[in-house]
């Protein structure tokens, strides 16, 4: 309506004015003159928003898998940014994380300084650039994302030596994907017999199919690098020793389980209905002292930083079942939440988080937990320390010990620290020494201050450290957070805003991992959609009702969500071997 008022006005002034010099046009006596209208500006383009698309089916040279992703654009076979979450791009693609940088293919980016959104559950970055660089063909089919590379041709084969005699150098006319499928390495390359023969020498047990090399079993033991100019993909781990890798056989008859389910040990997979969606569920334990088994966590020893395969935390751990544990972030490989081991606080609790906790004899106990820190300086004012051991980032005072690690780096852009040992402070560390890195001793606590907070206290200051839970749960040895707490005392206690969760988590269908414990003893669960749609933790909390669960807590889930029988995947999230930073397994007493 606006426009249409401006373009009659318009006309209406051009009615009555005309150029200067046409004769025609002077001023009458009896007729006052006219003054000129300034000429209206050419009416901006419209503007038109690409569309943003997001699904959950994608296609990987032929391999269906689910998950999330974002198209921005109006074409369908070009997209103005493309985002994919992060453990995709790693587990299914080849990307590679080294030293915080991103790499594929010769391509290297630090990736604090990728541009991220979440994508579902997981942490997305933009790669549409990356993709069309090394030739992935990308559109949209419907519903689908598809991406395909064209399968490159092994050229030839070179092992390492010296300090790298355990690499193999695939030469390559061109680029390829490199996907890790359950236990199995799938690369996007054409080999010959003669090829396939060199690579079983090396006990590698390949399987050549149209389009992909399968390297049986590998997926979690043989570590991936991609070059370009030329094109190369480097296999580390290759060892020639020890028995070579066999394909997955069905865990029932796994000889290193058998024993434990003559024992009573419970393995099984089933279907159940919670209202009219069928979910597939993977039901692992029972009365753990009878079997002879105990519960652990399973961390990586000496640190908190990193990311493991799941077989890679349970196997030192000589674990015989082993599920995903706690929440991390995957970007600063840190965790998100209450990790302890033989009374250790090697992550503290966040936000009132669900927590399963329990001691020496396995009895399991539930609820949400807190620990409150406090620092007196030379005997006055106490201040409130946020966080223990923590990857999650606030601002105040956050608290760090040796079970972090040997060495702390900064977690936010503007950080300072107090060195505190027998007491007293001995050393401040200003933001350009931290960043450097400083070292933990043993017997030191560091103090972090984030966001502008000022430091308590001075070096030579008196100190007083002290800390407590907010219920007994935190008084034993071993705690796992998670969250939220699904299930107390037979009831469903769902109630994810109050532990901190955001309404679109609290709103999400994914693949869960669950422990609780009822009916029979201690139970590890999996659960996935058997038709296509995944639980959502209401629906989880009703599957593990079914199942005769009394307690029940959430742990992480979505692509995270992993299950490993005697050092074996069974059972995947969505379908690759993901990283994760901790765990829980059953091992033998």
């Known amino acids: 309506m606006f426009s249409r008022a401006v373009a009659w006005f318009a006309a209406s002034c051009s009615a009555e004015t005309t150029s200067d010099d046409d004769p025609r046009q002077a001023p009458s006596p ?30 990987i040279d032929g391999l269906e898998l689910r998950s999330s992703w974002q198209w921005e654009g109006l074409n369908r076979s070009q997209p103005d940014q493309l985002w994919l979450p992060l453990e995709l791009l790693e587990s299914h693609l080849g990307f590679r994380r080294h030293e915080g940088q991103l790499e594929w293919f010769g391509r290297r980016q630090p990736l604090a300084e990728l541009p991220q959104r979440t994508l579902g559950d997981e942490v997305g970055l933009e790669v549409a650039d990356w993709l069309a660089k090394v030739g992935v063909i990308i559109r949209l089919d ?33 680029p390829a994907l490199v996907q890790r499928v359950g236990d ?36 979690t033991r043989l570590r991936t690098l991609s070059l370009a100019t030329p094109w190369r993909v480097v296999l580390d781990g290759v060892r020639t020793g020890g028995p070579a890798a066999t394909a997955a056989q069905l865990p029932l008859r796994n000889p290193a389980i058998a024993r434990w389910l003559r024992r009573g040990l419970v393995l099984e997979e089933r279907t159940v209905t919670v ?14 002292s009878r079997i002879g088994l105990t519960m652990t966590p399973l961390t990586m020893a000496g640190q908190q930083q990193g990311l493991r395969f799941l077989p890679q935390l349970s196997q030192p751990a000589n674990a015989v079942i082993a599920i995903n544990g706690g929440f991390f972030n995957r970007i600063l490989q840190l965790p998100l939440g209450a990790l302890r081991q ?7 609790p966040i936000l009132n988080r669900g927590v399963v906790a329990w001691g020496d004899n396995d009895q399991l106990q539930f609820g949400r937990l807190r620990l409150d820190q406090q620092l007196q300086v030379n005997g006055g004012r106490r201040r409130g320390l946020s966080y223990l051991n923590s990857g999650y980032v606030q601002r105040g005072l956050s608290r760090y010990t040796r079970a972090w690690g040997p060495i702390y780096r900064p977690l936010s852009g503007e950080e300072e620290a107090l060195l505190v040992q027998g007491g007293r402070v001995t050393q401040r560390f200003d933001r350009a020494s931290i960043r450097r890195g400083v070292l933990i001793p043993a017997d030191g606590d560091l103090v972090v201050a984030r966001g502008g907070t000022p430091l308590p206290a001075k070096p030579g ?43 679109d988590f609290l709103a999400l269908a994914a693949p869960r991992t669950v422990v609780g414990q009822g009916t029979g003893g201690t139970w ?66």
Not at 34 to 55: C, H, I, K, T
Not at 158 to 163: H, Q
Not at 342 to 348: D, F, K, Y
């Open 30 to 59: 009896d007729r006052p003159p006219m003054f000129p209208f300034a000429q209206l500006p050419e009416p901006l383009p419209e503007l038109r928003q690409a569309p943003s698309l997001q699904g959950q089916q994608l296609r």
């Open 142 to 174: 419907d519903q689908q994302l598809q991406l395909t590379l064209p399968a490159a041709d092994l050229q030839g084969m070179r092992r390492g030596k010296g300090s790298t005699a355990d690499r193999l150098v695939l030469d390559l006319d061109g």
């Open 184 to 219: 199995d390495l799938h690369l996007g390359v054409r080999s010959t017999a003669a090829q396939q023969l060199e690579l079983r020498r090396l006990r590698l047990i390949p399987q050549q199919g149209p389009d992909s090399l399968v390297l049986k079993g590998q997926a």
């Open 275 to 288: 209202g009219v969606k069928p979910l597939r569920v993977l039901r692992t334990g029972g009365d753990l």
């Open 342 to 348: 033989q009374g250790q606080w090697l992550s503290g």
């Open 461 to 503: 200051d008196a100190v007083m450290l002290s800390q407590r839970t907010t219920s007994g749960l935190g008084d034993q040895a071993n705690v796992l957070g998670g969250g939220p707490l699904l299930m107390q005392g037979g009831q469903i206690v769902l109630n994810g805003r109050a532990e901190g969760f955001s309404p």
């Open 524 to 589: 590890l669960l999996a659960l996935r959609g058997a038709a296509g749609s995944d639980p959502t933790l209401l629906e989880t909390a009703l599957a593990a009702q079914q199942l005769g669960l009394k307690d029940a807590l959430n742990l992480d889930g979505g692509s995270s969500t992993t299950v490993v029988v005697a050092g074996r995947t069974v059972m995947n999230g969505r379908g690759s071997a993901p990283r994760v930073h901790n765990g829980l397994g059953f091992i033998p007493l």
